[in-house]
């Protein structure tokens, strides 16, 4: 191999792929055999770095200079004045507060010195196609020292002592589950890894699948051996088309280099592994809907008990871990169960992957210790409001979480705490909600996706959630009463009592969460007719404020109903009844001469 | 047309690929839906299926309706799926949306009369941190404003390659 002087890590996560990763890639590639630098300087597509919101990204080293926001122009300059003339190009540098420049980010920013990776270890350092990339950083280790060092009793109890809890959303203690499956009699068993990754705002399987696919390959053969399978799946959204295409890639290396197939590593062990690609239907991952799509059925939930521990995949016994559990267990066979348990809290140990989204500066992946809290996470490690409004509060665990009011940001985060506050960890996805957002379109919202997604089997939930919908659609509309309020607490409490599965169990707490907190917001809809975040189309108008206004014509140009009326250089005035509210004027003024009031004008 | 010859191949070798013998039916959908041009199941294919599976019509059915991917429906050449969940919601999904209808002319659920664009909805796609996202057949667009939305669009309609 011949020896480079510089290695381009460059972001090939699905979020970097999508704002242009490849054509920056190309351009690189294209300068550096311009100047026959192809011998000296190597690049590599490595999986999601985790800064999505300043992506496309790359880090050069062996300096560590971080790149934000490339394009093609942007490589070639990169090229030329980094690569060739050793000098470092700062339009694209990490900027921090008031526009500081950080060359290296790493070491000074929160957003990735606060983070502690242990199932994203290998994001963004590695190229998820080369196994041998993914060996030299301690990969198939693990499974070397569970095969010929432990028998499957220890590994379970290695686990068990490490205190890992299921990172899907229930928390389940890991051990214990694998546990159940060895005990469970039967000589046919199957493991499975749930990558049917739903829950709106969390990307964290995505990112890991994509980034790091041997970890979940070397994982399930741990797990495989320790439950007594040899068999293993891989349940994949088909919403996911670059982890499949990795992961399969993946499989083929492993089967090469004999971590997968028969008498791995001379053991006496047998694991095989095959993709199963699910098609587009969230329910599936609810692990009994999981086991009907894969054998080949509708992805309705099944009765619990008997539990699938008991009676799984084909009625045998089936072990189901989610992808970034199952990152987690490599690095704990390989360094001991204390070894985990110095991160984060004493029932929550370890670090959780948590994807922040919505209106925070920096979005992206980030793994912390359990037991931060909501506003180290949100305001240190997220940067806070990206536009300077007031962060209202977050939304946790998706459809089946909950809002927690910033008022609670200091609460730690683990799964205890957050259920207390009528919340979830959930999968680990945090959308932030600013002034702006009003928390009755944020429930109607998630009881939308509900509705679409009830799979159809228990009537609470397909006409109980219907029915809540209609009520919070009825209520963003104007015509909501007080009664209303009533019958949506109600209702949300019979669905969640008389639910099958955890979906229609946990279908109506973005409801009831929202209405715990946010009572006002509710009352303000049905007794004011007014939305407080002026969110709510049916119960706002625009004005303009005729003293800023100064007449420039572009609110009337850009207006699609051609409702604003009035003389150049004389102040405007909008048309109420034609106005069908779309908001474009108060983008285009640059006054501020347009503003939104609640309740609407007659 | 649809060559039934070429849909029995499809099922063969995923017989052949596949492990487990019970488990291939939604597999075999994926591969064939691939093959077809508008991105559905007729239901010729559906029969095929069917008859080399093993596996009653009503039961192929069934599974072809429960899941969104599947489409029993001739769908568009580009099938557009626009991610419809909260993180893309507030930040401005909605008005993507609506470029992409004015754009296009079409509703959730319609293909354009030229045959070239169906638009569906999706839940989340993972790519929460360049909201909103769209995906197109098997490529994701990100970071995307009304302006960019129909570019693209425009783009695709003047022949350029996705």
């Given at each position: 191999m011949p020896l480079t002087t510089n290695t381009i890590l460059i972001c090939a996560g699905g979020a970097c792929i999508s704002s242009g990763e490849e054509s920056v890639k190309n351009a690189l590639e294209r300068k550096i055999k311009e100047y026959n630098l192809q011998e000296a300087i190597k690049i590599v597509e490595t999986g999601c770095m985790g800064a999505c919101s300043i992506g496309p990204l790359m880090v050069i080293y062996p300096e560590g200079v971080y790149y934000q926001k490339l394009t093609p122009k942007a490589a070639e300059k990169i090229v030329e004045e980094h690569l060739l003339k050793g000098r470092i190009v700062e339009e694209y540098l990490y900027k921090g507060d008031k526009g500081k420049i950080v060359p290296q980010p790493q070491e000074e920013i929160p957003f990735f010195s606060r983070q502690v990776k242990i199932a994203t270890r290998n994001l963004g350092i590695i190229d998820p196609l080369n196994i041998e990339e993914y060996i030299a950083r301690d990969g198939y280790f693990a499974l070397y020292k569970a095969l010929k060092e432990m028998k499957p009793e220890e590994v379970i109890n290695t686990i068990k002592e490490s205190g890992l809890r299921g990172r899907g959303g229930a928390g389940f203690p890991t051990g214990l589950k694998w546990e159940f499956a060895r005990k469970a009699p039967g000589d046919e068993k199957y493991m499975i890894c749930n990558a049917d990754e739903g829950d709106p705002g969390a990307f964290m399987d995505r990112s890991i699948l994509e980034g790091d696919p041997h970890t979940i390959i070397e994982a399930m053969t741990i797990a495989g051996y320790a439950i007594g399978a040899n068999k293993g799946y891989v349940y994949v959204r088909a919403e996911y088309p670059i982890a499949i295409e990795r992961l399969s890639e993946a499989l083929k290396q492993a089967h090469e280099y004999g971590f997968l197939g028969e008498n791995i590593l001379d053991s006496g062990f047998s694991f095989d592994i095959e993709i199963r690609i699910g098609a587009g239907a969230f329910v599936c991952g609810e692990e009994t809907a999981l086991i009907n799509s894969i054998e080949g059925k509708r992805g309705q939930p099944r009765v619990k008990p008997p539990y699938p521990a008991q009676k799984?995949?084909?009625?045998k016994p089936t072990n189901i871990n989610n992808v970034e559990t199952l990152a987690c267990v490599p690095p704990i066979i390989k360094n001991g169960p204390q070894w985990f348990r110095q991160w984060g809290t004493e029932k929550s140990p370890g670090t959780k992957v948590f994807a922040l989204a919505g209106k925070v500066k920096n979005t992206g992946l980030v793994e912390v210790p359990m037991g931060i809290t909501l506003r180290e996470l949100i305001y240190e490690i997220g940067g806070g409001s990206p536009t300077g409004k007031k962060i209202k509060a977050v939304q946790t665990g998706g459809p089946s979480g909950g809002v927690i009011p910033e008022e609670y940001f200091d609460t730690p985060v683990d799964f205890e705490s957050l259920t207390q506050l009528g919340a979830i960890i959930g999968s680990g996805g945090m959308i932030v909600l600013d002034e702006d957002d009003c928390m009755v379109d944020v429930a109607k919202f998630f009881l939308e996706f509900t509705v679409d997604e009830s799979c159809g089997k228990c009537t609470p939930c397909r006409e109980g959630t219907k029915i809540m919908y209609e009520i919070l659609n009825k209520i963003t509309n104007g015509e909501g009463t007080e009664d209303d309020i009533e019958t949506l607490e109600k209702l949300g409490n019979i669905i969640k009592d008389s639910s099958l599965c955890g979906l229609g169990q946990t279908a109506p707490n973005p409801v009831l969460s929202t209405l715990r907190y946010y009572k006002d917001e509710y009352i303000a809809h049905v007794r004011d007719k007014a939305c407080p975040a002026k969110k709510c189309r049916n119960l706002i108008s625009y004005v303009i404020d005729t003293s800023k206004c100064v007449g420039c014509t572009a609110c009337a140009r850009v207006c699609p109903a051609s409702c604003i009326d009035g003389e150049i250089k004389k102040p405007h005035e909008i048309d109420q009844e034609a106005c069908i509210k779309c908001g474009s004027c108060i983008e285009v003024c640059r006054f501020g001469a347009i503003s939104k009031v609640s309740p609407a004008l007659d | 047309m649809i060559n039934l010859d070429e849909i029995k191949k499809i099922v063969h070798q995923a017989k052949n690929e596949t492990l487990e013998e019970q488990d291939i039916l939604i597999y075999t959908l994926h591969k064939i839906q691939d093959k077809i041009p508008n991105n559905f199941i007729p239901e010729e294919a559906a029969e095929v299926v069917s008859q080399e599976l093993k596996i009653p019509l009503s039961k192929v059915y069934e599974v072809l309706t429960f899941y969104t991917m599947f489409s029993t429906k001739q769908r568009g050449k580009y099938v557009i799926r626009v991610c419809t969940s909260l993180p893309c919601h507030v930040v401005n999904g909605r008005e993507i949306i609506q470029a992409i209808k004015d754009e296009l002319k079409i509703d959730f659920g319609q293909t354009t009369e030229d045959g070239l664009f169906t638009l569906e909805e999706t839940g989340c796609l993972g790519l929460c941190g360049v909201s909103p996202v769209i995906m197109i057949n098997q490529e994701y667009y990100g970071d995307l404003t009304p302006e960019k939305v129909r570019n693209i669009l425009r783009k695709i309609k003047g022949g350029a390659k996705i």
């Amino acid at each position: 191999m011949p020896l480079t002087t510089n290695t381009i890590l460059i972001c090939a996560g699905g979020a970097c792929i999508s704002s242009g990763e490849e054509s920056v890639k190309n351009a690189l590639e294209r300068k550096i055999k311009e100047y026959n630098l192809q011998e000296a300087i190597k690049i590599v597509e490595t999986g999601c770095m985790g800064a999505c919101s300043i992506g496309p990204l790359m880090v050069i080293y062996p300096e560590g200079v971080y790149y934000q926001k490339l394009t093609p122009k942007a490589a070639e300059k990169i090229v030329e004045e980094h690569l060739l003339k050793g000098r470092i190009v700062e339009e694209y540098l990490y900027k921090g507060d008031k526009g500081k420049i950080v060359p290296q980010p790493q070491e000074e920013i929160p957003f990735f010195s606060r983070q502690v990776k242990i199932a994203t270890r290998n994001l963004g350092i590695i190229d998820p196609l080369n196994i041998e990339e993914y060996i030299a950083r301690d990969g198939y280790f693990a499974l070397y020292k569970a095969l010929k060092e432990m028998k499957p009793e220890e590994v379970i109890n290695t686990i068990k002592e490490s205190g890992l809890r299921g990172r899907g959303g229930a928390g389940f203690p890991t051990g214990l589950k694998w546990e159940f499956a060895r005990k469970a009699p039967g000589d046919e068993k199957y493991m499975i890894c749930n990558a049917d990754e739903g829950d709106p705002g969390a990307f964290m399987d995505r990112s890991i699948l994509e980034g790091d696919p041997h970890t979940i390959i070397e994982a399930m053969t741990i797990a495989g051996y320790a439950i007594g399978a040899n068999k293993g799946y891989v349940y994949v959204r088909a919403e996911y088309p670059i982890a499949i295409e990795r992961l399969s890639e993946a499989l083929k290396q492993a089967h090469e280099y004999g971590f997968l197939g028969e008498n791995i590593l001379d053991s006496g062990f047998s694991f095989d592994i095959e993709i199963r690609i699910g098609a587009g239907a969230f329910v599936c991952g609810e692990e009994t809907a999981l086991i009907n799509s894969i054998e080949g059925k509708r992805g309705q939930p099944r009765v619990k008990p008997p539990y699938p521990a008991q009676k799984g995949l084909w009625g045998k016994p089936t072990n189901i871990n989610n992808v970034e559990t199952l990152a987690c267990v490599p690095p704990i066979i390989k360094n001991g169960p204390q070894w985990f348990r110095q991160w984060g809290t004493e029932k929550s140990p370890g670090t959780k992957v948590f994807a922040l989204a919505g209106k925070v500066k920096n979005t992206g992946l980030v793994e912390v210790p359990m037991g931060i809290t909501l506003r180290e996470l949100i305001y240190e490690i997220g940067g806070g409001s990206p536009t300077g409004k007031k962060i209202k509060a977050v939304q946790t665990g998706g459809p089946s979480g909950g809002v927690i009011p910033e008022e609670y940001f200091d609460t730690p985060v683990d799964f205890e705490s957050l259920t207390q506050l009528g919340a979830i960890i959930g999968s680990g996805g945090m959308i932030v909600l600013d002034e702006d957002d009003c928390m009755v379109d944020v429930a109607k919202f998630f009881l939308e996706f509900t509705v679409d997604e009830s799979c159809g089997k228990c009537t609470p939930c397909r006409e109980g959630t219907k029915i809540m919908y209609e009520i919070l659609n009825k209520i963003t509309n104007g015509e909501g009463t007080e009664d209303d309020i009533e019958t949506l607490e109600k209702l949300g409490n019979i669905i969640k009592d008389s639910s099958l599965c955890g979906l229609g169990q946990t279908a109506p707490n973005p409801v009831l969460s929202t209405l715990r907190y946010y009572k006002d917001e509710y009352i303000a809809h049905v007794r004011d007719k007014a939305c407080p975040a002026k969110k709510c189309r049916n119960l706002i108008s625009y004005v303009i404020d005729t003293s800023k206004c100064v007449g420039c014509t572009a609110c009337a140009r850009v207006c699609p109903a051609s409702c604003i009326d009035g003389e150049i250089k004389k102040p405007h005035e909008i048309d109420q009844e034609a106005c069908i509210k779309c908001g474009s004027c108060i983008e285009v003024c640059r006054f501020g001469a347009i503003s939104k009031v609640s309740p609407a004008l007659d | 047309m649809i060559n039934l010859d070429e849909i029995k191949k499809i099922v063969h070798q995923a017989k052949n690929e596949t492990l487990e013998e019970q488990d291939i039916l939604i597999y075999t959908l994926h591969k064939i839906q691939d093959k077809i041009p508008n991105n559905f199941i007729p239901e010729e294919a559906a029969e095929v299926v069917s008859q080399e599976l093993k596996i009653p019509l009503s039961k192929v059915y069934e599974v072809l309706t429960f899941y969104t991917m599947f489409s029993t429906k001739q769908r568009g050449k580009y099938v557009i799926r626009v991610c419809t969940s909260l993180p893309c919601h507030v930040v401005n999904g909605r008005e993507i949306i609506q470029a992409i209808k004015d754009e296009l002319k079409i509703d959730f659920g319609q293909t354009t009369e030229d045959g070239l664009f169906t638009l569906e909805e999706t839940g989340c796609l993972g790519l929460c941190g360049v909201s909103p996202v769209i995906m197109i057949n098997q490529e994701y667009y990100g970071d995307l404003t009304p302006e960019k939305v129909r570019n693209i669009l425009r783009k695709i309609k003047g022949g350029a390659k996705i």
